[in-house]
């Protein structure tokens, strides 16, 4: 599968953006779909996951209740709606995919990465 993120740009502090990843291939409702992001001078970090069939999601602490993660699969989309953003969320974002069958999402093993887009937030 390959991935193609989008949606990143320049923010003020407290503003809102939506990433999106598209994925081509079939079969997109078996990959647990995740989000990950790498600050400068930082390692990368797991922020997000959703299961193959959208019914489990997770969040790093760092994010949740500011983040919400989805996916369409009419159009093999991952979304990640990021609000309430901080000087602290400026990072390169990525969205990353794995087979997965079981009912949660993991946050680690992904095989397939996509590019990565840049969220930059002022103060």
């Known amino acids: 599968v390959q991935l193609q993120a989008s949606g990143g740009g320049l923010v003020q502090a407290g503003g809102s953006l939506r990433l999106s990843c598209v994925a081509s291939?079939?079969?997109?409702?078996?990959?647990?779909m995740g989000w990950f992001r790498q600050a400068p001078g930082k390692e990368r970090e797991g922020i997000s996951c959703?299961?193959?069939?959208?019914?489990?999601?997770a969040y790093a602490d760092s994010v949740k209740g500011r983040f919400t993660v989805s996916r369409d699969h009419v159009k093999n989309t991952v979304y990640l709606q990021m609000n309430s953003l901080t000087s602290e969320d400026t990072a390169v974002y990525f969205c990353?995919?794995?087979?997965?069958?079981?009912?949660?999402?993991?946050?680690?093993?992904?095989?397939?990465w996509g590019q990565g887009t840049l969220v930059t937030v002022s103060s």
């Open positions: 990353a995919a794995r087979k997965y069958y079981g009912p949660h999402c993991p946050m680690t093993d992904y095989h397939y």
């Open positions: 291939g079939k079969m997109f409702s078996v990959y647990s």
């Open positions: 959703i299961n193959g069939h959208a019914v489990s999601s």
